[in-house]
């Protein structure tokens, strides 16, 4: 019985003290390890419709990186997605507009989403996750050679290809591994 | 109760697999209707390759563009170079098994590659010439 109380007092405090380093981290301190993974900056996709559409041609963007005007102009215009014909039945694109506005940056209480709804004003409506003022804040030390001419990459539009737990919502700094280059630490 | 079974079970057998495989059939009927020569996976093929260059970026495109010329290859999206699963069905079960889908697919890669929509006809010379691979 004591050896049970004290094995509950060890792992209590060590989850007390796994918790603050956590909340302690920050994007650009992250060396320090918890064996607790902290939550997503921006909640993963969960709709198979959005995800079996769109993910046909592109990474599945997760709603919470962008506002929800911005989803309403893209949802509206897949005729021209960015140059691209997206066209969906109207029963589809009507149900997939109203997972990506019901779960849009604005209405998101994530991290990431919160930094992206601050680095907008209220009327912008950024077309592009790339557009965003915080995530070109994010990129800027990025070398072309890295993305844009690194051939397994392309373009920065291509998410996952470095940041390896986007699907999951996670774009840490330590989640980077950029393809024929390695880890990213700036 | 043992009749109700088999009597479901037959049904089953019967009309189940018949729905999947015929997803293209039903579409070349309805695209017959408009016309009256035979669907020719020779015509299709020459579809398949024929390019286009009325978009934008006055770039030359084909269904082999994405899909390139061998549909038991994996293909790429020309501008996100997302793979693309083979389209042959002899090498991918699933392709030309769901009427919509392939609705979905004629109508924003036609647009795509012509900058128009496709025909009936030519829907139903690539669909023929697609079931064949």
């Known amino acids: 019985m004591k050896y049970f109380i004290l094995i509950i007092i060890v792992f209590v405090s060590l989850t007390v003290l796994s918790v603050k380093v956590t909340l302690g981290d920050d994007d650009h301190e992250h060396h320090r390890y918890s064996v607790f993974e902290r ?6 996709v969960k ?6 559409e769109c993910s046909s041609c592109h990474f599945a963007y997760p709603p919470g990186l962008l506002p929800a005007q911005s989803w309403q102009a893209i949802m509206t215009g897949l005729d021209d997605h960015f140059g691209e014909n997206a066209e969906l039945a109207e029963t589809d694109r009507s149900a997939i507009q109203g997972y990506l506005l019901g779960n849009s940056a604005d209405k998101s209480e994530l991290r990431r989403s919160q930094k992206i709804m601050r680095s907008v004003t209220e009327s912008a409506v950024p077309l592009r996750i790339t557009e965003l ?6 990129h800027h030390e990025i070398p072309a050679r890295l993305v844009k001419d690194n051939p397994e990459v392309g373009s920065f539009s291509q998410c996952d ?3 390896q737990e986007a699907k999951n919502g ?3 700094e330590n989640k980077i591994s950029i393809p024929g280059y390695g880890r990213w630490d700036d | 109760m043992k009749t109700l079974i088999i009597l479901a079970l037959i049904y089953a057998i019967t009309y189940l697999p018949a729905s999947y495989a015929g997803a293209v059939d039903q579409l070349l009927n309805e695209y ?28 030359a495109r084909s269904c082999a563009t994405c899909h390139t010329e061998n549909l038991g290859a994996l293909g790429k999206h020309a ?15 699933e392709r030309l098994t769901d009427v919509k889908t392939i609705n979905k697919w004629l109508l924003r890669n036609c647009k795509w590659t012509m900058g128009r929509e496709c025909t009936a006809e030519e829907k139903g010379h690539l669909l023929t010439f697609i079931q064949s691979q």
């Open chain 1, 39 to 44: 939550q997503p900056g921006v909640a993963p």
């Open chain 1, 47 to 52: 709709n198979h419709l959005y995800e079996q």
């Open chain 1, 133 to 138: 003022p915080y995530f070109k804040r994010e």
């Open chain 1, 161 to 163: 290809r470095c940041h």
């Open chain 1, 170 to 172: 996670y774009f840490s």
């Open chain 2, 32 to 59: 017959a209707a408009s016309k009256t020569a035979a669907f020719d996976a020779d015509q299709g093929k020459i579809l398949w390759t024929k390019t286009y260059t009325n978009n934008e970026q006055s770039q």
């Open chain 2, 79 to 93: 501008k996100t170079r997302k793979p693309i699963e083979p389209l042959a069905p002899s090498v991918n079960a």
